[in-house]
């Protein structure tokens, strides 16, 4: 297979040159968001399964098995702390969300 010539003049080839390495560190920055992102969505579902479980294990002993509160209350302690730490792992995201996006600066005050 034969080459063919590049036609470009070499304004445009040096333009090129400079959107591929801009589009290089872009998307180098981008490659930690998004891993960032995948693990965070790993350990959101995570504890959204742990959150439904626990849960229908109070509902169903309390309602079906005629279980007082008191005994379930393992259950809702366990319930309880996957639910904080869930809201920790938000703030968490959107604090590093934010961190991660906000550009190569120092922290203002």
Request: charge should be positive.
């Amino acid at each position: 297979m034969a080459r063919t010539q590049d036609s470009r003049t070499p304004d445009a080839r040096r333009s090129a040159s400079l959107t591929q390495r801009r589009l290089t560190r872009t998307s180098r920055a981008a490659r930690s968001q998004i891993g960032f992102s995948v693990g965070l969505g790993l350990v959101s579902t995570c504890l959204i399964i742990a959150q439904a479980t626990l849960l229908a294990i109070v509902i169903s002993g309390v309602f079906m098995g005629g279980e007082s509160l008191g005994d379930v209350s393992t259950e809702l302690i366990w319930l309880a702390a996957v639910g904080s730490f869930f809201w920790l792992a938000i703030m968490f995201a959107y604090t590093m969300q934010y961190y991660l996006t906000r550009g190569s600066g120092t922290f203002s005050g």
